[in-house]
DNA sequence: ACACGACTAGACCGATCGGTCTAGCGATGA
DNA sequence: TCATCGCTAGACCGATCGGTCTAGTCGTGT
């Protein structure tokens, strides 16, 4: 990612969002660690901070969504696919300091009376789940097999990430797997 | 509960907190919804807004082992006790108007760098999973099937609750236990 | 050389934040 | 009756909030 100021801007927002919540961060502080001014900020998001919030919350959805793709394209069967992104989510989470919650929840669930972030949440879980059921029928699931496996899949990682923030301990995302093809 | 000052206020908070998160809620929005003036919370409560969410916390721990309880403690096995759970748990969400995320977790996670949040939260879900165990053991299963049981209830439970949420769907939370057993 | 538009820079604004402080109410016991 | 004390009541505080506005810088096309 080009260190414009721009992207400076969602970087930063991006991991402090993530840790803090949205309303858990403030203008100055996601000014001050990124090193831009407040003119800027305005320039690039007339609408200010909700502005920069789903810009943000943009930037990691792409960022998982190629997670997901680089998982499951190196893998030969879904367990092995569903199996290494566990394994790069928790170590996303330990680069991240072992505070952050799920990306996208964390920053746009702040605001809950705002139909915006409330709309694009539920958005970005259903790519989720779509692009996991994708890979999973092209692994050999059946469609339905598919279906409920990825629900499976999103449910359980977005339980074991919230157990992994509160015991500050990624082994929490890694054994993931066992829960869904061991039980 | 006895409908005293401090009550109003701790079950204010409760509600308030798990629809926006800590930082989402201003004393001033707690006051003026339960109709108590500030000397009041700083009389009960002589640390402020942490204190008060701290109480708030351990009202919903408390009120979430009670329905734990209940839900094991009509069933005759495991599986029925934790689909009971589930459904009370759909029926809350609903009560709460669709926007409330896992209590605990909304309301202490808003202070990553709070080393109390950060313990009291772990605390409460250690507890939480060291009940459905208890309740695992007591219905036959065996320790080790219990313990993966239990963990895997709670994950699920926390990332169904997400998915509800984004949805506003209590179905999301009602379907769960398919995804426990019959995965 | 000059004009112009994109962007940077930060002073400044009213509103709201969490928190403090003093005054007074009202039940209880001497 | 009056002193006491748990509690209510809300005015007030400095700090910080998100957001606005003007001035200036810089690169580019003419």
């Given at each position: 990612m080009e260190r414009s100021t721009k992207n400076k801007l969602i970087w930063t927002a991006a991991k402090l969002f993530q840790e803090k919540g949205f309303n858990g961060v403030g203008l100055n502080e996601i000014l001050t660690v990124s090193g831009v001014p407040k003119g800027s900020l305005y320039h690039h998001f007339p609408n200010g901070k909700t502005d920069l919030a789903l810009a943000a919350a943009g930037f990691v959805h792409g960022e998982m969504t190629r997670i997901i793709d680089e998982a499951f394209g190196e893998a030969t069967s879904y367990r092995d696919g569903a199996t290494t992104l566990f394994h790069k989510l928790a170590k996303l989470f330990e680069l991240m300091g072992?505070?952050?919650?799920c990306p996208v929840s964390h920053i746009l669930f702040g605001?809950?009376?705002?139909a915006d972030f409330q709309k694009r949440t539920s958005e970005v879980f259903d790519a989720w789940i779509a692009q996991i059921v994708g890979h999973a029928e092209r692994l050999g699931e059946t469609p339905d097999a598919a279906r409920a496996a990825a629900r499976h899949l999103f449910v359980v990682l977005q339980g074991g990430w919230t157990l992994a923030r509160a015991r500050q301990d990624s082994y929490e995302l890694r054994r993931l797997p066992e829960l869904l093809f061991d039980g």
């Open positions: 072992k505070h952050s919650a605001e809950p009376e705002n």
